[in-house]
């Protein structure tokens, strides 16, 4: 086969490719907000949702975070975002439950959290609203998950949320417009290197 014969074979399969995703984008005509669930045991859940905090912000939106089990402010996103006008940033936890070692304290905690992430919830001028490690609490029974899932579908129409955290329950993944799940292949941790700025905090 010639280059001729490739190059018009490449663009008759990319003409055929283009109508199958302009049919489905025309398709698509839908307006309103989104949830998002992003888990799985990979890293970059934060870090995607944060992302898309960027991407928000640079559409003019104001936006929203909630952090449900860090107790450090002391990260490069937070660092970042809190200086940018339209960021709302709360840090709501105690540290990872073998930090506490309270149950009791774990639960008030996330209870606490909740009524802050749901003041969020209910503010129609934010535009995205991330509640970063929300599984959690939620996996461990913490919070009520017939309240969360009814907070949720209570937001404002045009509000997208994006949830983060490993071990997302079913029935918030069913809840949810969008799961991804991020898998391990290789993490520096086991190999002995310790979490680093600009990557890991």
Not at 43 to 48: E, L
Not at 73 to 84: I, L, P, V
Not at 156 to 173: E, F, Y
Request: hydrophobic letters at 45%.
């Amino acid at each position: 086969m010639n280059e001729n014969d490739k190059s018009q074979r490449h663009a008759e399969r990319m003409a055929r490719k283009k109508a199958v995703i302009d049919e489905k984008i025309e398709a698509a005509d839908i307006d309103r907000g989104i949830m998002l669930v992003l888990t799985g045991n990979g890293k970059g859940k934060s870090s995607s949702a944060f992302g898309m905090l960027g991407r928000a912000l640079g559409h003019g939106m104001q936006v929203g975070v909630a952090q449900f089990i860090k107790n450090r402010s002391d990260t490069g996103e937070e660092a970042f975002f809190r200086q940018q006008p339209g960021v709302q940033w709360h840090v709501l936890g105690d540290g990872f439950t073998w930090d506490t070692q309270n149950l009791a304290q774990d639960i008030a905690t996330a209870k606490r959290g909740w009524a802050v992430a749901r003041d969020l919830l209910q503010d129609p001028s934010l535009g995205l609203v991330v509640l970063d490690e929300l599984t959690y609490p939620l996996a461990y029974g913490w919070l009520e998950m017939e309240e969360v899932l009814a907070d949720l579908a209570a937001r404002p129409a045009m509000q997208h949320v994006v949830i983060t955290g490993r071990a997302a329950p079913q029935a918030l993944c069913d809840a949810a417009d969008t799961v991804t799940e991020l898998r391990d292949v290789k993490h520096a941790f086991r190999a002995g290197v310790r979490a680093q700025k600009g990557v890991d905090l």
